[in-house]
């Protein structure tokens, strides 16, 4: 008799890239360029602090990112990672037996999290290009399906659905079913087709768009994202939210790393121009490679996916290796990536 779940034994670990002392770290999307200008110094100014909790509603925080895309302060939620919103938003939507539907492969947390609330996991293969099939989505939406994620760009292949394509499947989509964005991304996206989710679809009550601060904005360490959302789903999120997640060193980063945006751009014009570079050279050996709006690329390589991440480790350089499907390359500096290109062509 185990004092824990029987089941947790086939679940799927997360696996967090790797940092090996002296590699070069390609393996968790993070941008290479260190924190943004004034994010030490708000750290640094909020640990005085540490022996008092820190603001629960995170008011100042969510004022910011409100004011910053033109919503409500009432529609954001914040969350230890995006990734913990996800949790949430499983845990608000979901009774025992309902189902939340989703590509896959996409995001590896959302199996674990579908696992351990009471939600059934509904996954969707991806198209033979490696993107959410929005048709097979639509078509596994049942009268028990109560959330459907879209991942744009997905994770971790890196490919986008257009908004034409969005635009038809959140119309097939019942207005009760609550349509989380996955666009922890967002900022690296730069075809024009692929919409902004809080642009084009923010005056829809069942969507909810989820980014993060991890990525683009540099603070991956300091676990900080957000969801924006109708006021009745951002406040039943931000109910069950574990409480004090957003530290107090988190919410003053992030409002230090917002108030850097020009600098957080530029960031990713270099990450962007980059991204160019190496997959135009990835391509002409491994042609398969698809399209990427993200900071990072897939190479669908099957069963050589280990033998290739043993070889870029060898080579001192670390990536993501999902077993016997691909593998995930992170874009880094221009140097880190040299040393890629040179292990592997
Ligand atoms: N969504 C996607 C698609 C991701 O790749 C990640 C991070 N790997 C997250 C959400 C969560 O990011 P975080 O918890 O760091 O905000």
């Excluded at 480790?313 to 880094?332: H, N, P």
């Amino acid at each position: 008799m185990s004092l824990t779940r029987p089941d947790l034994d086939a679940l799927p670990a997360y696996v967090p890239g790797r940092s090996v002392p002296g590699a070069i770290k390609l393996a968790s999307n993070e941008v290479p360029y260190g924190p943004l200008p004034g994010v030490v110094d708000a750290v640094a100014e909020a640990i005085a602090g540490v022996h008092r909790y820190p603001d629960m509603g995170v008011v100042a925080l969510r004022e910011k990112i409100a004011s910053r895309l033109g919503v409500d302060a009432d529609r954001v939620a914040t969350g230890c990672g995006s990734v913990a919103l996800f949790e949430h938003l499983f845990r608000v939507t979901c009774l025992p037996g309902d189902e939340a539907v989703y590509a896959w492969r996409s995001f590896e947390a959302y199996p674990i999290i579908g696992a351990t609330t009471a939600a059934t996991s509904v996954r969707v293969p991806n198209t033979a290009d490696h993107g959410h099939d929005l048709d097979a989505m639509a078509a596994a939406i049942t009268g028990r399906t109560r959330l459907v994620i879209v991942c744009n760009p997905n994770n971790p292949t890196g490919t986008a659905v257009r908004k034409a394509e969005l635009d038809a499947f959140l119309d097939k989509v019942p207005d009760n079913i609550v349509v989380a964005l996955d666009e922890a991304y967002r900022e690296f996206v730069t075809d024009d087709t692929v919409p902004d989710g809080l642009v084009e679809y923010g005056d829809r009550p069942n969507v909810v768009v989820l980014r993060t601060l991890s990525k683009a904005w540099g603070l991956a360490g300091l676990r900080i994202g957000y969801l924006v959302g109708s006021p009745e789903v951002a406040a039943a999120v931000r109910k069950v939210v574990t409480p004090f997640s957003t530290s107090g060193a988190a919410q003053a980063a992030a409002l230090a790393a917002l108030a850097a945006e020009d600098e957080m751009r530029r960031r990713v014009g270099l990450v962007v121009a980059e991204r160019e570079r190496v997959l135009t050279a990835v391509r002409k050996v491994y042609p398969e490679v698809p399209e990427t709006q993200s900071n990072f690329f897939w190479l669908p390589l099957g069963d050589k996916s280990a033998d290739f991440a043993a070889k870029c480790e060898a080579a001192g350089v670390i990536v993501r290796a999902f077993q016997g499907d691909g593998v995930r390359v992170t874009i880094g500096t221009p140097e880190e990536n040299d040393k890629f290109l040179a292990a592997v062509l």
